[in-house]
């Protein structure tokens, strides 16, 4: 009786010294991202924040503008200070647009980590924490340089995605890194498939002698896996892409693709969760950026990473 | 021919107030300027002619829908995210319920033709106009598409339909390609070249027609024929140019816009459907701007935007220039992004000269 007595207590102190920082539990976030509705690759980052959320026993909530529209951003973000939330996580789209508001957070307290899109130096100019993400010009720069090794002189960049500034970085860095020419490289391919298709067919029709392909993502990626193919150019041409989906996976297994870069969204969304509660409940704060990516995805570590390709990854 | 009643009317000014004939002339000055400009980039070899035939038919294909109930005096919006909905529907029921794909993508037309019917019965009961219905629906339906995708599978692209519809009967309807054999028979002939490298070395550059060109061509002739050898394509016309008129003798001008609502959420939803098949995979963001695109190639075709004029021929004209400015500035090389101002101006220049030659014509002032 009395053993059972102890062991009870024993329960009870434990149950309560949990519960001690429970006290401090429930913290609402606020994750604005420059992504319209439907763009897929932001699945991963939602993914992420439910994960850490949970975790955490934290509210994190994602907003963004449903077109994609870099003014409606600054307006959500504007929003989400008036509700006074324990920490703000934005992407940089377009640092000029976004300042302001973001400086008007930082005035109040509000603790902001940047991710994604936009560089160490724009973060730090704005006054937030620190910048989880990777650098757009790098990594095209990093994907050019595998480019030039084989060979490559010239190259197409299907940009699905035009208006965002971060994307012509990514095709800038892969043509300085070959020694191509972005203007006469770079197309606006819009959205949609079937035309995405066939103006990479075009292209290549009116400029046969592109040496290699650049995708900004799965939008594009898949619709100019199905143009190579249809030119029969599946594998004859040094074809590269940034992010990863099932399709472009079977595509890299096939020597289709030769690598995927993999800015590793999930930790974009992951990390600056984990970071703001414990900044929240202890004061800690890691000091210095924190490099998500770029990873190159090729066929020696597919068959690890495909397993979550679209969700996780 | 002595019936002092009807008046005279000469067979030059008979041919001149078609609707068509702005597009008709719109199609000439566009194919002379890229034969110009671009006929040696390859854009009018077999391989640039199927390429923005695929694109021009695919415009096409909503066009009609959205021609005939323009002409009926509605606007449909919701198209846009029909097809986004409907790509999704058959990709969810096929990959993520292993439901067969015939079934899945006639569940996807009953779904979409009823969701037309929506439209339909709210504009028809609520008197409000088409316009501010179907924007909801825009909304409604590009909303539900994302969730639905994110709910189901975690993802706004769902892949490997293409495994699923492996042997299926109806799908080769949809994203199939037809007369191979002829090609390959051009091909052996040298008419048109072959690939001289890769996986499919030997093959014919061009495979075939593909469904998506059999299938605008078929919706072409079959809504220009309901237009204009049919009673109900009278009735199309008399319920979009005075609907109160109409009623009066008899026209069943309700049943008639229903009809038409119904018919263009089907022609939506063959896009999606030719779509998902050809490409294996749908998106919660497919056909972002289509409902303004199929407007687009109607006004060029010489509809007029308040009802009870235009023609079938003269949208599937419109859409084939939508298509062969748009792949034509590639093969041209120009700055990709000007294509958006090239289309806006060819609009404006479209309604312009429709307007102009309507007035010269008719004398309505």
Known sequence: MRKTFTAMLVATALAASFAAPAMAEGERFVLISHAPDSDSWWNTIKNAIKVAGDQMDVTVEYRNPPTGDLADMARIVEQAIASNPDGIILTIADFDVLSGPVADAVDQGIPVITINSGTQAQSEAMGALLHVGQSEYDAGFGAGKRAAAAGVTSFLCVNHYITNPASVERCKGFAEAIGADVGTSMIDSGQDPAEIKNKVIAYLAANPDTGAVLTLGPTSAHPTLAALDEESLSGEIFFGTFDLSGEIADAIKADVIAFAIDQQPYLQGYMPVIILTNLARYGVLPSGHMNSGPGFITKDSISFVEKYAGVYR | ?365
């Open chain 2, 1 to 365: 021919m002595s019936d002092e009643r009807v008046k005279q009317v000469s067979n030059l000014r008979r041919a001149m107030i078609r609707p068509e004939l702005g597009a008709i002339a719109g199609a000439v000055l566009v194919f002379a300027f890229f034969l110009i400009i671009a006929g040696d980039s390859g854009m009018f070899a077999p391989k640039g002619i199927q390429n923005w035939t695929v694109v021009s038919a695919q415009f096409a294909i909503i066009a009609v829908g959205a021609c005939l109930l323009m002409i009926a005096g509605e606007f449909d919006l919701s198209v846009g995210s029909m097809i986004g909905f409907a790509g999704i529907v058959i990709a969810i029921l096929s990959v993520q319920w292993g439901w067969p794909v015939w079934l899945a993508i006639i569940v996807a037309f009953v779904v979409c033709i009823g969701l037309g019917a929506l439209n339909g019965f709210l504009v028809i009961k609520t008197g409000l106009p088409s316009f501010i219905v179907t924007l909801a629906f825009l909304y409604i339906l590009r909303g539900m598409t994302i969730w639905l995708s994110i709910l189901t599978t975690q993802k706004t692209i769902i892949g490997g339909v293409k495994q699923v519809a492996e042997g299926d009967w109806l799908a080769p309807v949809f994203g199939g390609t037809i007369l191979k054999g002829l090609f390959q028979w051009f091909a052996d002939q040298g008419l048109i070249d072959t690939f001289t490298r890769g996986s499919r070395e030997g093959q014919p550059v061009v495979e075939g027609v593909p469904m998506l060109v059999v299938w605008a061509i078929g919706l072409i002739i079959f809504g220009q024929w309901l237009l204009t050898k049919t009673r109900f394509g009278n009735w199309i016309f008399a319920s979009g140019g005075d609907a109160q008129a109409a009623r009066y003798v008899g026209v069943p001008v309700n049943r008639v816009k229903m009809l038409m609502f119904m018919f263009t959420a089907f022609c939506a939803c063959v896009f999606a459907t030719a779509q998902v098949m050809e490409f294996g995979s749908a998106a919660a963001d497919r056909g972002l701007l289509k409902e303004f695109e199929a407007i687009i190639c109607v006004v060029i075709g010489g509809a007029l935007l308040t009802g009870g004029y235009g023609s079938v021929i003269g949208a599937a004209l419109g859409a084939l220039i939508f298509g062969v400015v748009q792949q034509g500035l590639f093969f041209s090389g120009a700055e990709s992004s000007l294509f958006r101002v090239f289309l806006g101006t060819i609009l404006i220049l479209a309604v312009i000269l429709n307007t102009y030659i309507r007035r010269m014509i008719t004398g309505e002032r």
